[in-house]
């Protein structure tokens, strides 16, 4: 399955190239032991790859069953993100400032169960 990988990943680079040469700029990151590539196109910003990662995260939080001890930091600091990475080139609301201390103390209480449970073992 790896070397089916790599010879993927080994066809990819090819073919950017090729469109590198007509003058299509495409962004590459690759990581091939992750069997992960990502391609961008030339426009892209690091706002918005970003956005892209910060779903990522937030696709894990939510397919982490609730019982794991550090979902609800990974859930509650990517919803966090989120408003901030919304935001970012904007100011934030009096609303989202609330929601974003909420958060804050909801990963309070979350680092404090974890703490008293790492404590206890």
Known sequence: MADDFAAFHESLLD???????KNTLVKIHSDPNSNIVRIYGEKSTTLELAKIGLEEVEELALTTAEHHP????????????????????????????????WYVDKIKNTLGNITENHYHE
């Open 70 to 101: 550090y979902w609800s930091l990974l859930y509650d600091s990517s919803q966090m993100l989120k408003i901030v990475l919304e935001k970012w080139n904007d100011n934030l609301a009096e609303n989202e400032i609330k929601e974003i201390l």
């Open 15 to 21: 073919l950017i190239k090729s469109f590198e040469k």
